[in-house]
């Protein structure tokens, strides 16, 4: 993409001494590159701590009726699980980590535009997440009321739910500083002769998602504002008791969280983008399509919200609305797959772990697109809303999509992150009990709702217990899989054999450049010649 390499004598970005040293040289730098590891650290800490609390909880369903915990007990664990997962994982996710690391460097910037706001997004991260820790061990007990809020309950419970609201609020300021910073380094740092046009797909992702945190953000923090003020002061605004209105409130949380399906979403497709031609050796097919139905999904996936809410009492007008465009959305939707999967067709493929956990994301994003849809019929969706296909479905996009979008950048990237290369060996074996136990766990889960069984039930029925026991066994089987996964990274941090620049022959401007990058990336800044993607017979060999 560029007409040289750009090489540097500079200390790479981990062994830098600047202003300070030590721990405090993290926790104060404003180095894009290690504030996207600070992000990558407390991220994968918060996500075993959700994986744990799911852990809990699949344990309980091995027995339909029992006394392992309490109704209240399993209550706040889905809580916990729910807000961990979405507001400290998916919904930063890809965005805070690899848009972090990898923007500046694959536009042929030095760093974001705001430094100093990057680092503040962090500490508002870590600050929304201890206020959610702190909500657990005190006031009467931990939220209960599930990830969602929902009123009246979430304003009748005596539980500690007022603070974590509060914390839900801080995160959300992390989400949209993020998003300025973002959009703010496209428009202003590209580089030379990098048009809209020639650049990569992965910042044209970011920036789809960044707009979606600068514009939706604020109604979700405004809601919970409004949810804190109604518990402190008695404010009817959402409590039917007080003359409120508590289908508001449902339209004012998914105003905001469904579009936060697509900041999940969005960055994930962005890494897919990336791995597929790198590792197909061809130029990425229908560019341009891909580029516009980013644009397209963050438009769309912001009028979409009512879809949850078809049984909550809406005309039937404003229910065929919301229901065509739940149809609408899923076009973009599949013209990524269909490029994606034309961008493997004739290509040299060099069949790596990341390609691998790439191919596995589509597959799983599909079975989430295509249930999804299921559930904008609305029929269909009267009997499936609220049962155990709603999990099922909802996992299958967040975890099998974001979630293994988010290993397939993991492992693309790692050695552009630390240098080191893992054991290929390592990631073939993790990546069998990954796949296996979460389809086994979450498709046993769409079963489930299409049976009837209710979700967020502490216990069930004994016709339901059969499915219970294998998606049961297949948590066990994928948390296996993921300690290998980390692990094994883990281990390539410190014991990896050194990583060259372009261990995959990539031709994007962050493999240009030193593994681990130096601390400004460029000696200078490059000049981009080439459309995206210009791959050279040479390149593979």
């Known amino acids: 993409m560029s007409t040289q390499q750009h090489t540097t004598a500079e200390p790479n970005y981990l062994e830098y001494d600047g202003k300070h040293n030590g721990l405090l040289g993290w926790l104060l730098s404003t180095d894009h590159k290690r504030v996207a590891i600070l992000y990558l650290v407390s991220m994968v800490t918060f996500f075993f701590a959700g994986v744990s609390a799911g852990f809990v909880m699949r344990l309980v369903q091995l027995t339909p009726f029992h006394k392992m915990i309490t109704a209240q007990t399993y209550n706040a664990l889905f809580t916990f699980h729910g807000v961990v997962m979405i507001f400290l994982f998916v919904i930063p996710g890809l965005n805070a980590v690899f848009g972090n690391f990898v923007l500046p460097i694959i536009l042929g910037a030095k760093d974001v535009q705001f430094p100093r706001l990057n680092l503040a997004s962090w500490y508002f991260f870590i600050g929304g997440a201890l206020i959610a820790v702190i909500a657990l061990f005190t006031g009467n007990g931990p939220p209960d009321t599930g990830w969602s809020f929902y009123a009246p309950f979430s304003l009748k419970t005596g539980t500690n739910v007022t603070l974590g609201v509060f914390a839900a609020f801080i995160l959300g300021f992390s989400s949209m500083l993020t998003g300025i910073n973002f959009v703010t380094t496209i428009h202003r740092l590209r580089a030379p002769g990098m048009t809209f046009f020639k650049m990569p797909l992965f910042p044209w992702a970011v920036y789809a998602t960044s707009w979606m945190q600068i514009l939706a953000t604020p109604v979700l923090a405004v809601t919970l504002l409004l949810v804190i003020l109604e518990r402190l002061f008695g ?103 269909f490029n994606w999967v034309a961008t493997l067709y004739k290509g040299s493929i060099n069949f790596q772990p990341p390609l691998l956990y790439a191919l596995s994301f589509i597959f799983l994003f599909c079975i989430g697109g295509m249930t999804g849809v299921w559930q904008g019929a609305l029929a269909l969706d009267i009997h499936l809303h609220d049962t155990y296909f709603i999990v099922g479905h909802f996992h299958y996009v967040m975890f099998g999509g974001t979630g293994f979008a988010f290993f397939a950048a993991l492992v693309y990237w790692f050695p552009k992150m630390f240098g080191r290369m893992y054991s290929n060996t390592a990631m073939y074996v993790a990546w069998f009990p990954m796949f296996i136990g979460f389809n086994m766990l979450y498709f046993t889960m769409l079963i489930l709702g299409m049976q009837g069984m209710p979700r967020r039930y502490y216990a069930h029925l ?21 300690l290998i996964f980390f692990g094994s990274l883990l281990h390539a941090v410190f014991r990896g054999k050194k990583a060259g620049s372009n261990p995959w022959h990539a031709v994007t401007l962050e493999w240009s450049v030193p593994s681990p990058p130096p601390v400004e990336n460029f000696d200078e ?12 017979k040479e390149a593979g060999s």
């Open 235 to 337: 404010i009817g605004i959402f409590d039917p008791a007080k003359g409120g209105d508590p289908v508001l409130y449902q339209h004012m949380f998914w105003i905001y969280s469904h579009p936060a399906v697509y900041i999940m979403i969005l960055p994930a497709m962005g890494a897919i983008s990336e791995i597929l031609p790198t590792f197909a050796q061809r130029t990425i097919f229908g560019y341009k399509a891909i580029a516009f139905s980013s644009i397209a999904i963050a438009g769309f996936g912001s009028l979409v919200w009512a879809h949850h809410m078809f049984t909550s009492g809406m005309s039937d007008f404003g229910n065929m609305i919301f229901s065509l465009l739940t149809m609408v959305v899923a076009v973009p939707s599949a013209i990524k797959v």
């Open 462 to 482: 004994p016709q339901y217990h059969l499915a219970h026991v294998v998606a049961t066994v297949g948590s066990w089987i994928m948390i296996s899989g993921l």
């Open 525 to 536: 800044v490059p000049t981009v010649t080439h459309e995206p993607y210009h791959f050279a």
